[in-house]
T-cell receptor, first 113, second 114 residues
Framework: KAGVTQTPRYLIKTRGQQVTLSCSPI?????VSWYQQTPGQGLQFLFE???????NKGNFPGRFSGRQFSNSRSEMNVSTLELGDSALYLC????????????FGQGTRLTVV | AQTVTQSQPEMSVQEAETVTLSCTYD???????LFWYKQPPSRQMILVIR??????QNATENRFSVNFQKAAKSFSLKISDSQLGDTAMYFC???????????FGKGTRLHILP
């Protein structure tokens, strides 16, 4: 079956702009989590959506938001971009409650200039 | 709060050798999951091995095995007969039983030399 698909793979934005990243989980998976990966901070949890509801949220400012649609696809939005938002954004898909194995997409590399 | 620490930022070993990556963690939970993930240059995060804290037996997946010491909160990964394809960033990770989020260490960059 198809894996986790993240689009776009690469993105260059200017400070102050906003950006939307997309993640399509594995078919049948209802949980989607987002992580930010930077050289300095490593991998940090942003939020998790399960059946269209945000189930958990990391310690990020309100400029970072997300949503999940009825088909489990998820989008992540970052408004008023800052240089420090440059990172690899990874999406992880899990089947649902109690399932531990997370399948990751290849990520979206966001560069803010 | 849970933390995961990987004390080896970078390691290099010759092909076919055995290498051990270290990881320690801190938690007040009694039951949880521990993972080792591999991230090659393609950036795809791949699960290498998983350990349930309530299981005493160390997990094994082919050439990969772990040494899980619950009391010491230590979770090391041993790669036997290392191959060039094992070259990657390796992340140790923790997740509570509730499965809300994965907490990652900073990673160990592993180079397998021909």
């Amino acid at each position: 079956k198809a894996g986790v698909t993240q689009t776009p793979r690469y993105l260059i934005k200017t400070r102050g702009q906003q950006v939307t990243l997309s993640c399509s989980p594995i078919s049948g998976h209802r949980s989607v989590s987002w992580y930010q990966q930077t050289p300095g901070q490593g991998l940090q949890f942003l939020f998790e959506y399960f059946s269209e509801t945000q189930r958990n949220k990391g310690n990020f400012p309100g400029r970072f938001s997300g949503r999940q649609f009825s088909n489990s696809r998820s989008e992540m939005n970052v408004s008023t971009l800052e240089l420090g938002d440059s990172a690899l954004y990874l999406c992880a898909s899990r089947s649902g409650t109690g399932n531990t194995e997370a399948f990751f997409g290849q990520g979206t590399r966001l560069t803010v200039v | 709060a849970q933390t995961v620490t990987q004390s080896q930022p970078e390691m290099s070993v010759q092909e076919a050798e055995t290498v051990t990556l270290s990881c320690t963690y801190d938690t007040s939970e009694n039951n949880y999951y521990l993972f080792w993930y591999k991230q090659p240059p393609s950036r795809q995060m791949i699960l290498v091995i998983r350990q349930e804290a309530y299981k005493q037996q160390n997990a094994t997946e082919n050439r990969f095995s772990v040494n899980f010491q619950k009391a010491a909160k230590s979770f090391s990964l041993k790669i036997s007969d290392s191959q060039l394809g094992d070259t990657a960033m390796y992340f140790c990770a923790f997740m509570k039983l509730s499965g809300d989020k994965i907490i990652f260490g900073k990673g160990t960059r592993l180079h397998i030399l021909p």
